[in-house]
């Protein structure tokens, strides 16, 4: 089988969940023998092939904004209909232009993301553009992959259920993590709080900074993603930050990261909206304490043995009680490791999305395993076959 992904920034990944899962899943793929191609968008140079670990990339020039985003999709899509192969596109930014596989007789398939039309920081006319696309992704795909049940539903509203295929983000178990580059940051094991995140309103990353900074915290809270100093609502969480806040920047070096996930005291996750996060699945993976905005998104992932808030006054009393008292940290670490095995690991997903694109590409019924849990909010059918259109 071939295999071209289409719709993130590129490989390796150095920018999001996407572009890691692209990452990985490419590298399954090519282990299992199948011949994979990303593509990739990069800064400067030319229109260009090469090979990355044996993965075959195409890297498009383009500049940087969403202007050079569009245009790099546009190059990405017309280039990738006219070669042999199933399409994976991350995302549904531009799902209009994959009108063109329709067209060419090609086969494709769309992972919708999370409702990207309702996030704070679009426009109205960016949100229009999203919220079009989102139907035209649903409309012109052979099938679609929703990464958690409530984005499953939300789909059934513009195609039937036989056309979703619901397959979560996966991540590696952490265990035995080299624990020397907790060093350079001055921290130590389980001596801090993390949080990793874009510096978002969605993503709660003001509400808890307040809430952590209303009195003296005896553990500090790290703080990975990039801030501008040109961005109002980057500049307002600096300002509320009081005490040992540390915001260290962006890093996508696999070996800190992991690190400070693995050490951390507790994980905070300030997502309001999406569907499955790969940060809050990695955060499983990693056997993290998870702190966790309340909504049925973050419930569903992290599992009933995690804690939630609200609002910065509950995020503020959670940090209080976990100073207090930080017994039950041992047993919300254990129901992490314990969620992640039962949804979240990688030999689950990544042979799912490969069973789901023969399927597709064959134009043949193939049973896809759909999710499986102890748990009554997370049950979907089981041996359903999934339809391609």
Known sequence: MHVQILGTRGIPANHGGFETFAEDFSLYLADQGHIVTVYCQVDDGKFREDNWNGIHRILIPVQRGARGTISFDCQSVWHSAKRPGIVLTLGYNTAMLSLLYRLRGRRSVMNMDGIEWKRQKWSRAQRAWLWLNERCGAAFANHLVADHPKIAEHLQRHTSASKITTIP???DTLLDIDPSPLSRYGLAGKDYYLL???VEPENSTLEIVQAYSRRHRQFPLVILGTFHETNPYHCSVKRSARGDVRFVGAIYEKTIVRALRYYARAYVHGHQ??????SLVEALAAGNAVIAHDNHFNRWVAGPDATFFRDKDEAAKIFDSVENDASFLVAMEAASRERHTDLFTQQYVLPA??????????????AVPYLKSRYSDATTPTNQTARAE
């Open 169 to 171: 983000y996966g991540a």
């Open 196 to 198: 990793i995140a874009r």
């Open 273 to 278: 909206v999406g569907g499955t996060n790969p």
């Open 353 to 366: 999305y490969e069973q789901l694109l023969q399927q597709v590409e064959g134009s043949h019924r193939v």
